[in-house]
T-cell receptor, first 108, second 117 residues
C-alpha cells in the first residue's frame, strides 16, 4: 500500500463543474503539498498546508490532520485546469512522498 | 515568487555520452536541492538530495557514479548522467527548498526531458 493515496486516478468534467480530488496518507507529516503538472511536464506548487484550509482564486485546499486526509477543490472548472494534480507529503525530513496523481480533463 | 529554472529543457543524445542538466534558483538561495525522475504516467521519484558544499545523498537503487550531482553554490546544482543508455530516457525535475514565513517550501523547476538514442 502506498503511503500517499489519491482518488480518483482519472477525472473528466464539463466546464463549470465543481471538482474534488482526495488525498489520504498513512504517515505522520509536517506539511502537505498540492502540485499541478501540465502536459508539458512543468510542475507548479499550488498549496502547502499543515492545517485548516487555504484558498487561491478558484482553488481551495483543506486538510484534516486527525483523519490524515486532504482535499483539493476547483470551483467553476475550466479547460485550462486540465492537468495532473499531485498530492505530496513531507514526513520528518525535507523529502516529499508523492501520490500517483489525478489526471483531470475538463471539456468545454 | 520563488523561481527555479532548468537547462536544457530537452536533450537528445547518443548512447554512451554524458549529459549535464543544470538547476538554478533565480531569486533565492537554496541550501538544499532535490533531483527527481519521472517515467511516463508515473509519479515523481526522488533520486537524490543535494546540499550546498557537501556530497549528495542518494536514494536506494540510484547509482551515484552514474548520476553525478554537484551543488557548488547556493543557487546552482547540476546532475550529470554519465554514459547514458536508452533506459535513462526520462523526465528529470529538480526542486529547491526555500524558507518562507518560517516554513520550508519546495519550488520545482520546469523539468528536462532526456532522450537517449
Amino acid at each position: 500500500k502506498n503511503e500517499v493515496e489519491q482518488s480518483p486516478q482519472n477525472l473528466t468534467a464539463q466546464e463549470g463543474e465543481f471538482i474534488t480530488i482526495n488525498c489520504s496518507y498513512s504517515v505522520g507529516i509536517s506539511a502537505l503539498h498540492w502540485l499541478q503538472q501540465h502536459p508539458g511536464g512543468g510542475i507548479v506548487s499550488l498549496f502547502m498546508l499543515s492545517s485548516g484550509k487555504k484558498k487561491h482564486g478558484r482553488l481551495i485546499a483543506t486538510i484534516n490532520i486527525q483523519e490524515k486526509h486532504s482535499s483539493l477543490h476547483i470551483t467553476a472548472s475550466h479547460p485550462r485546469d486540465s492537468a495532473v494534480y499531485i498530492c505530496a507529503v513531507r514526513s520528518g525530513t525535507d523529502k516529499l512522498i508523492f501520490g500517483t496523481g489525478t489526471r483531470l480533463q475538463v471539456f468545454p | 515568487g520563488a523561481v527555479v529554472s532548468q537547462h536544457p529543457s530537452w536533450v537528445i543524445c547518443k548512447s554512451g555520452t554524458s549529459v549535464k542538466i543544470e538547476c538554478r534558483s533565480l531569486d533565492f538561495q537554496a541550501t538544499t536541492m532535490f533531483w527527481y525522475r519521472q517515467f511516463p504516467k508515473q509519479s515523481l521519484m526522488l533520486m537524490a538530495t543535494s546540499n550546498e558544499g557537501s556530497k549528495a545523498t542518494y536514494e536506494q537503487g540510484v547509482e551515484k557514479d552514474k548520476f553525478l550531482i554537484n551543488h557548488a553554490s547556493l543557487t546552482l546544482s547540476t546532475l550529470t548522467v554519465t554514459s547514458a543508455h536508452p533506459e535513462d530516457s526520462s523526465f528529470y525535475i529538480c526542486s529547491a527548498a526555500h524558507r518562507l514565513a518560517g516554513k520550508d517550501e519546495q519550488f520545482f523547476g520546469p523539468g528536462t526531458r532526456l532522450t537517449v538514442l
